[in-house]
């Protein structure tokens, strides 16, 4: 019932680029399989992959930040992207960008939540519908905001997985390990979190139990950040 989507084809070309960048870098392997001007070749080609991705980002195609199938973050991956998209002709070195999130429940509307408020395509059905953590890169219109120097030139938005998933609760009560799924919902929010200027909880209204184990866990995000001199707003 997954439909293959972009984000898909992104998350293997990623741990492509991990995985050769990884033992090209290591010169024992380097230097015994290949010639000094193949591995030269080898490391030109590899570049490509971050500077596609970093134009792809630019343009509004969405960036998986979070990989919600492994619940790990492709750091390689993530800096050389970030890497080309600074150097882009388009990019000013100067422009500010703002990034918000999104967190709460599974099916309270997050991802309809950021499609309706910037007319925007992430994917929404009944149940599970996002894993892990996506980012999209929205240019602001300065004109709207004249004689405001604090708009930023773009804002980065990050639609994350719901908390309290029925699913994610089966699979680790089939793996025996009842207790982490509250560790690994920690970390996606301690994640998330520390990445934006602005989280924001979206939940039906009712002051439930879930809703209460959420808070906690933004509580426990904001002094884990607070460690790193992080304070973004909730």
Known sequence: DQAIRVVHFQREVGQIFEVLD??????EFSKDVFENQTLARLKTHLSVLPRLMAELFFKMSPLELLNGELTAVPITWLKAVMEELRNLEEVDPNL????ACIMGSQSTGK???LNSLFNLTFPTKDGRCTRGSTALMLPVDKQKFSGKTLAPDFVIL????GLGSPENLNEFIRKGNEHGMQ???NKMVVFNAGLSN?????SYGDFDVQMMDILRMMLFSFFRLDYCKINPLM
């Open 96 to 99: 500010r960008v703002s990034v």
């Open 111 to 113: 991802s309809t939540f």
């Open 183 to 185: 560790l690994r919902e």
């Open 22 to 27: 990884h033992f090209l870098n290591l010169d």
């Open 198 to 202: 602005l989280s924001i909880i979206n």
């Open 158 to 161: 990050i639609d994350t997985e």
